[in-house]
Nanobody, 120 residues
Framework: QLELVESGGGLVQPGGSLVLSCAAS????????IGWFRQVPGKEREGVSC????????NYAHFVKGRFTISRDNAKNTVYLQMYNLKPEDTGVYYC?????????????WGNGTLVTVSS
């Protein structure tokens, strides 16, 4: 069983930066691909970024490419999402999730989310 806990959300002005963390407890996340997803009330949850278990492969949704960076530190059992040049439309609850092989809409384990609000 893998438990995931997100942290690092908060209120930030447009153009600002945040770093989200996804920490695993009870077992290691080293063998899982980890994805970041976000959801705004009234909209479907959407994929933001994914990183392979080794960190060698990453991908990004077109709307964050060039502004967000995903990384992982398996020794610390943590995955990060660095977010730069944030826009109001980046507002939402951000979730991390784990799955063997690669990220899909249906992930095996989910965290409870952390709220990011981009507003002046």
């Amino acid at each position: 069983q893998l438990e995931l806990v997100e942290s690092g959300g908060g209120l930030v002005q447009p153009g600002g930066s945040l770093v989200l963390s996804c920490a695993a407890s009870k077992s290691s996340l080293a063998s899982y691909a980890i994805g970041w997803f976000r959801q705004v009330p009234g909209k479907e949850r959407e994929g933001v970024s994914c990183i392979s278990y080794s960190g060698d492969s990453t991908n990004y949704a077109h709307f964050v490419k060039g502004r967000f960076t995903i990384s992982r530190d398996n020794a610390k059992n943590t995955v990060y999402l660095q977010m730069y040049n944030l826009k109001p439309e980046d507002t939402g609850v951000y979730y991390c999730a784990a799955r063997n092989n690669w990220c899909m809409k249906q992930m095996d384990y989910w965290g409870n989310g952390t709220l990011v609000t981009v507003s002046s």
